[in-house]
């Protein structure tokens, strides 16, 4: 082992052992980006990494939601603030990064892309319009947020650096419905690994991918519930038909996850803090299934 590695490898237990001292908690002053906190998993993620000492950045579309999210953190004594705007304009992600930037004090460490909706059909029935909207959200935002906030993480200030990309069962597995979805999904799985190779050897950047299974949130309620998001004037419904989510008779429900139940909205985000967190500091580029054992 040469020299330089050595020193490396010292360096960093060094860190980790000051790190891994955490009476402020796991994240402490650490500056968070999470998109799609207003509600969901990503709002769980923000009341969960403030907990844990970060300073929270509530970014979504919905600023009503994100307002009511940091300021429920700021309440219980936490830091956050609310950035509020849509994702799909670029003039957005510039203004995200840098009033993330401002609010450090000139430092990001941590972006959790996490914001987007479902606009499902069969291939053959898909639209350019479905496919570029989902294909846009869930594949080219993370990637321009990531590149907007390169001079953050490309840095040498001995501080840990982390890219979580939220993922799904759709884009490792693909699912019959979700073309559009399941080819965005499995395109941050290579853009995560990309990112550990390239930012880990020198700046000690770590990206790795989350792959939620059925989680509960908007996004899987029952598609009856009404909710539905607007893409230029269209209106599109959110949700799982009711029907759609009941076993057949004879069928044991949720017979495809082997622990027999969705998870929640915090377990999933518990699963995010975790790979966050310090007691993660040597997992890079990997795909993380969050599915209740689903699809092993
Ligand atoms: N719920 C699940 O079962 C499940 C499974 C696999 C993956 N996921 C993924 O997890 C992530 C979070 O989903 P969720 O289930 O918490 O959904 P959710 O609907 O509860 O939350 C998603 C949030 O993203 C925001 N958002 C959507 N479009 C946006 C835009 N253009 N700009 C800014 N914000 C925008 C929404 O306003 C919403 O607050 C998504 O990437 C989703 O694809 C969820």
Redesign the pocket.
């Known amino acids: 082992m040469t020299s330089v590695i050595k020193m490396r490898m010292a360096e960093r237990a060094a860190q980790l052992s000051r790190q891994l001292n955490y009476p402020k908690g796991l994240l402490h002053n650490q500056v968070a980006i999470i998109?799609?906190?207003?509600?969901?998993?990503?709002?769980e993620c923000a009341r969960l990494f403030a907990n844990e000492g970060a300073k929270v950045v509530v970014?979504?579309?919905?600023g009503a939601?994100?307002e009511e999210v940091a300021s429920k953190i700021r309440s219980g004594g936490g830091q956050a603030i609310a950035v509020a705007?849509?994702?799909?304009k670029d003039e957005?992600i510039k203004q995200l990064v840098a009033k993330a930037a401002e609010f450090g004090g000139g430092k990001i460490h941590i972006i959790v892309?996490?914001?987007?909706?479902?606009w499902d059909a069969v291939l053959h029935k898909m639209t350019d319009k479905q496919w570029d909207t989902i294909v846009a959200?869930?594949g080219t935002?993370p990637f321009k947020i990531i590149r907007e906030a390169a001079p953050y993480f490309r840095v040498k200030d001995g501080e840990p650096r982390n890219i979580i990309n939220?993922?799904?069962?759709?884009g490792v597995h693909g699912n019959a419905g979700q073309i559009n979805?399941a080819l965005a999904?499995a395109g941050v799985i290579g853009m995560t690994k990309t990112i550990a190779k390239e930012w880990g050897p020198a700046f000690g950047v770590r990206a790795n991918t989350i792959?939620?299974?059925?989680?509960?949130?908007?996004?899987?309620a029952n598609k009856e519930a009404g909710?539905f998001?607007e893409v230029d004037g269209q209106k599109v419904a959110?949700g799982i038909p009711e029907k759609q989510k009941q076993a057949p008779p004879g069928i044991v429900p949720y017979q495809d996850i082997p622990l027999r139940r969705?998870?929640t909205?915090t377990e999933?985000a518990s699963a995010v803090l975790a790979i966050a967190s310090p007691l993660s500091s040597y997992i890079s580029g990997q795909t993380i299934s969050v599915t209740g054992g689903r699809n092993m």
Do not use: C, M, W
């Not at 705007?85 to 799909?88: C, E, Y």
């Not at 939220?166 to 759709?170: C, G, H, L, N, V």
């Open positions: 998109t799609g906190s207003g509600q969901g998993i990503g709002a970014s979504d579309i919905d939601k994100a705007g849509d994702l799909l957005y892309n996490n914001a987007g909706f479902t959200l869930h935002v939220i993922s799904s069962t759709s979805y999904k792959a939620f299974g059925h989680i509960e949130t908007r996004l899987t909710a998001v959110l969705p998870g909205a999933a």
